[in-house]
């Protein structure tokens, strides 16, 4: 579990391993953080982009007295720094947001958020469902307070696994732990240890899918995570000119690959977004994700609610034939509606 923390510790720029967390996934590390952090009487920013993962704790901290602010994104996704600026009070205690849309793949500017954040004393809890593993990220450089991941992404890890990496900035004092119990330290004790990790870790941790994770993270630093996004990005860029050349098809998100990860989402006119998935499945053996992607507020946002799209995700284990043969998949399905 040591090595763990030491290989996700270096591909986020973590000087201490042991602020490193384990949980089972970014909701649960995106839990620990909201509600651990956030009491009656504070507020809180976050976009109109983000996945239940953030919505739902804030919806229900809202109903114990936390306030919150949803800045509004475009059409594309993107996110106006000046706007969550303008949204900043005196009870203002955290700015949250993922770094990439799940549904649009459309990127945040991390580094000018994190710079405004530390500027008026805020922390800064950022998402990184959709890029930890593929998509450089500097815990240091880009300001973060505290990132959640998930292991079964990017990351290449078993489901099951996630977690979050807390930066110096952040004291021990200001998280209050949503579970306590067993930890293997201080036994002696009925009171949960107040040191990291165990003060935000208790029970039997999921070691085999912790060392799965590992070895993923250890795969990722030796492939490069430049090198990763590089071809994601190679591969985004053909699919999207080559839907974007297909008649009867929406695309959503950025159209620049520098502003966006692998996650592509369309709509083929006339046709549910349910129907394209099923016989994009059943006829094709290519597989996608339909609907609202658990993201409600994105798609009413970028004008999909309550449909939602058809969302690709490219990894990087894809190939230039899988976008060839995607291609001419959905132009077929197009052809016939």
């Known amino acids: ?99 990439g849309s799940n549904v649009t793949g459309t990127l945040v500017p991390l580094a000018e958020i994190g710079g405004l954040a530390g500027e008026h004393g805020l922390l800064f809890l950022v998402d990184a469902a959709q890029t930890g593993g593929s998509c450089p990220i500097d815990l240091q450089a880009d300001r973060i307070d505290i990132l959640a991941f998930t292991g079964h992404k990017s990351m290449m890890g078993p489901q099951g696994t996630g977690g979050l990496a807390i930066g110096e900035r952040v004291t021990l004092d200001e998280f209050i732990p949503i579970k306590t119990g067993g930890t293997g330290s201080r036994s002696e004790s009925e009171v949960h240890p107040d040191f990291l990790p165990d003060k935000l870790e208790c029970g039997t941790p999921n070691t085999i899918g912790i060392s799965g994770l590992s070895e993923g993270v250890g795969f990722v630093l030796r492939e490069g995570v430049e090198k990763i996004r590089r071809h994601e990005m190679s591969l985004t860029e053909r699919l999207l000119e080559g839907l974007r050349s297909l008649s009867g098809i929406t695309l959503y998100g950025p159209r620049d690959t520098a502003s966006r990860v692998a996650a592509v989402s369309f709509n083929v006119d006339n046709v549910m977004p349910s129907e394209v998935g099923f016989t994009l499945d059943e006829v094709y053996g290519i597989m996608c994700r339909v609907g609202l992607h658990c993201a409600p507020s994105a798609h009413r946002t970028i004008g999909t609610f309550s449909e939602g799209t058809v969302r690709l995700s490219i990894g990087y284990f894809n190939t230039e034939e899988d976008i060839e043969r995607t291609i001419e998949a959905v132009n077929d399905i197009a052809k016939e509606a």
């Not at 952090?37 to 919806?59: K, Q």
């Not at 996704?77 to 900043?88: H, N, P, Q």
Request: proline content about 3%; glycine content about 6%; hydrophobic content about 40%.
């Open 1 to 99: 579990m040591y090595r763990a923390r030491e290989v996700i510790a270096a591909l986020f720029n973590l000087d201490d391993p042991l602020r490193v967390i384990f949980t089972s996934n970014a909701t649960d590390a995106l839990n620990i953080s909201l509600r651990g952090l956030l009491t009656a009487g504070d507020h809180v920013i976050t976009s109109s982009m983000e996945h239940n993962s953030i919505m739902r704790p804030l919806r229900d901290l809202e109903k114990s007295g936390v306030g919150i602010t949803i800045v509004p994104c475009d059409n594309k996704g993107f996110l106006d720094v000046r706007d969550v600026e303008s949204a900043i009070k005196k009870e203002t205690r955290m700015i949250v947001v993922n770094h």
